[in-house]
């Protein structure tokens, strides 16, 4: 069975596409896959699927969903003797679990390399670090689940792995800059910066890529832009970071070619850890 979170939702098993279409059952095998290798209860199920107006027959129409996804899985899987996809579908006192082995699934390979890859950038090995998060987000077709109308808990869970894709492609951007890439990012940087204006990581990486390429006076109008829409934007002046940052360039305590990256405390918000299926 293969599962895609990281873009369009689909849902595949021997290639045979399965994907559900219709919007409640397509709901609750995203949230499954969401929350793999962990039982959901019923309630954050009726929670996604019916928000606050649940059916007087809820248990029932949920037990039907569930017995409508196990049977597409059993016909995908074929007839053949042994467990089957559909064995993978079980139930719980209270709910029901989806278990999946991490390569089933793009955003629980997604979150392991990109563990994978802070690790390694913390411990210095810079290279294989830009490796393995350039891996992590080369899985991403897309925003999470773009096709899908999404209830509260699945809304929760998009932004929780939009939140690490952030804090992914900020540590690659870093690790980048530690090999020396600095012209090769403006033109990502610049673009990034435009999408995301008070996002001060993004802002201190290209501060940091334009001095380095000689820019300086370039790199002190991005910090007075970022400061400019931080206020405006948010009523704020920029992090104490943003700060030194610019304050090193202003005084000229950062050489171009030399300085350091921006400051990170290495962590990847939102990222949780990581589930052993158990076959």
């Not at 107006?53 to 053949?80: C, D, E, H, W």
């Not at 894709?165 to 980048?176: C, F, M, N, P, T």
């Not at 090999?179 to 990486?205: R, Y």
Request: with cysteine; charged share 25%.
């Amino acid at each position: 069975m293969q599962i895609s979170l990281l873009g369009p939702f689909s849902v595949a098993v021997n290639g045979k596409n399965i994907t559900p279409t219709a919007p409640k059952p397509r709901r609750i095998l995203a949230l499954l896959a969401m929350s793999a290798n962990q039982v959901v209860r019923n309630e954050q199920l009726i929670e996604e699927v019916w928000e606050d107006r649940p059916p007087s027959s809820v248990a029932t129409t949920l037990q039907t969903y569930i017995y409508q996804l196990r049977k597409s899985l059993r016909l995908a899987g074929g007839s053949g003797t042994g467990r089957g996809p559909e064995d993978e579908l079980r139930t719980f006192v209270g709910g029901y679990m989806l278990r999946l082995p991490s390569e089933d699934l793009d955003s629980l390979r997604f979150e392991a390399l990109a563990q994978q890859g802070r690790v390694q950038l913390a411990a210095g090995d810079v290279e294989r670090a830009a490796d393995t998060l350039r891996e992590a987000l080369a899985l991403w077709r897309g925003p999470a689940m773009i096709d899908m109308n999404p209830g509260p808990v699945l809304v929760s869970e998009a932004l929780r792995l939009e939140e690490i894709h952030k804090s992914v492609l900020e540590l690659r951007i870093e690790a980048d800059l530690k090999l020396g890439s600095h012209h090769e990012l403006l033109a990502e940087l610049i673009k990034l910066v435009a999408s995301q204006p008070t996002h001060e990581g993004f802002q201190a990486k290209l501060m940091v890529a334009l001095h380095r390429a000689g820019r300086r006076s370039e790199a002190l109008q991005v910090y007075q832009r970022a400061r400019d829409c931080l206020i405006k934007e948010l009523g704020v002046d920029p992090s104490g970071m943003l700060q030194r940052l610019h304050h090193a360039i202003l005084t000229g305590d950062l050489e171009p070619g030399r300085g350091a990256a921006p400051e990170s405390s290495w962590s990847v918000p939102g990222m949780r850890p990581m589930h052993e299926a158990r076959f």
